[in-house]
Structures are given as structure tokens and as C-alpha cells.
T-cell receptor, first 116, second 111 residues
Framework: DGGITQSPKYLFRKEGQNVTLSCEQN?????MYWYRQDPGQGLRLIYY???????QKGDIAEGYSVSREKKESFPLTVTSAQKNPTAFYLC???????????????FGPGTRLTVT | QKEVEQNSGPLSVPEGAIASLNCTYS??????FFWYRQYSGKSPELIMS????GDKEDGRFTAQLNKASQYVSLLIRDSQPSDSATYLC???????????FGTGTSLTVIP
């Protein structure tokens, strides 16, 4: 089955610790994204990557870092510099814009991070 | 600033009725439009994509796009309690393959 996996589903950390969230896809998509969703809020873009070894900051990149060493993988590190890290983190990938299904974006199941 | 606006609701409809969800967007270069359904505590699920003006039907769902007026809507016919969720509107421009999301409309279907 093709899809996007995120692990772990729930993650608990103490304040001041860095934590890395995993995102893997086997859809052969070039583009991958990280969003953050807070209760009752919309999706906010943290980072995105259009191709391996390249990524761009989104609207709320401060306190986060990413890498894109493989097409299938786009891990997100939440650093201790992130002021309010507790949130629901969503990874997504998308089909190429010029394809018949123009830029359809699919989401993983998410990781719920709680920092105390 | 690219913006996608949705009425946050909540929207309540009786079972069997038509639910109408609306979305407006500010960027005229937007080319692709999507509706996602998000159940509480879950990730968004793509339910409809539309790229051309007019209607697109898929089962009980119909997406409507009007680029001149910059709005896209989703109609859910014969609404079921299982349709109760938050519905997110998203648009994609033809530059950078970035997606812009509305804050979502909460729908409750009352049995």
C-alpha cells in the first residue's frame, strides 16, 4: 500500500530537549511538507521540500529544522528554541503540479507532541 | 498575502439534508482547489479536487468552482452523521507548489 507514515503517533518530551519526528512516504512524490496544527486552528506551514537536498522555510520555521537526504524521508526536528512546541504535527507529500491531478496533497496520520 | 477564507461555523444540518460549505480565495493565479475532511483528532483526508470552472460530482459530494468570483464550494447531499467533521478548503498556485489552507468549517449532521 502506498502512503505516508509518521512516527511516533504520540510523543512526550521535557522542555529543553530536542525531538525528531519521522515522516516516510512511498508514493514517489518529490514534494514534501511539514505543518503544525493547534487546537481549533488551521494548518501552518513549517518547512517544505520540492526535491532531495533542498528545502525552504514556511511561515513558522523558527525553532524547527529539517533535512531531505532521501526522496522518501523528510524528518522534522523540534528544537528547544521553539517557544510553544506542543501541537499536532502533520507531514504531507504532493503530486507534481503539472500532472493530471494537479498538485494533490496527501497527509500522514500525524504526530501529537506534548512538551512539559 | 495569499488568503483562503472559510466560515468557521459551526454548521448544523439535519440528516438527509444538503450541507453547503463555502470558501473564497484572494490570489487570482490560484489554479487548483481542494476540499479535505478532518475528523477530530485525525489528519486531513482529501475528498475533492477541482481545477476548472463549473461543477464536479463524486458520489454525494459536488465541488463548484467560480474563478471569476474567486470562490469554491462543496455540497454534501443526503448528509449523514458520519459526515460530521471539519472541512478544510485549500488552493494551490502554479508557482512553487505551495498550498494555502482555510481554517476550516465545522459541520455537524444531526440524526
Amino acid at each position: 500500500d502506498g502512503g505516508i507514515t509518521q512516527s511516533p503517533k504520540y510523543l512526550f518530551r521535557k522542555e529543553g530537549q530536542n525531538v525528531t519526528l519521522s515522516c516516510e512516504q512511498n508514493l514517489n512524490h518529490d514534494a514534501m511538507y511539514w505543518y503544525r496544527q493547534d487546537p481549533g486552528q488551521g494548518l501552518r506551514l513549517i518547512y517544505y521540500s520540492q526535491i532531495v537536498n533542498d528545502f525552504q522555510k514556511g511561515d513558522i520555521a523558527e525553532g524547527y529544522s529539517v533535512s531531505r537526504e532521501k526522496k522518501e524521508s523528510f524528518p522534522l526536528t523540534v528544537t528547544s528554541a521553539q517557544k510553544n512546541p506542543t501541537a499536532f504535527y502533520l507531514c504531507a507529500s504532493s503530486t507534481p503540479y503539472l500532472a493530471a491531478n494537479r498538485g494533490e496533497q496527501y497527509f500522514g496520520p500525524g504526530t501529537r507532541l506534548t512538551v512539559t | 498575502q495569499k488568503e483562503v477564507e472559510q466560515n468557521s461555523g459551526p454548521l448544523s444540518v439535519p440528516e438527509g439534508a444538503i450541507a453547503s460549505l463555502n470558501c473564497t480565495y484572494s490570489d487570482r493565479v490560484s489554479q487548483s482547489f481542494f476540499w479535505y475532511r478532518q475528523y477530530s483528532g485525525k489528519s486531513p483526508e482529501l475528498i475533492m479536487s477541482i481545477y476548472s470552472n463549473g461543477d464536479k460530482e463524486d458520489g454525494r459530494f459536488t465541488a463548484q468552482l467560480n474563478k471569476a468570483s474567486q470562490y469554491v464550494s462543496l455540497l454534501i447531499r443526503d448528509s449523514q452523521p458520519s459526515d460530521s467533521a471539519t472541512y478544510l478548503c485549500a488552493v494551490n498556485t502554479n508557482t512553487g507548489n505551495q498550498f494555502y489552507f482555510g481554517t476550516g468549517t465545522s459541520l455537524t449532521v444531526i440524526p
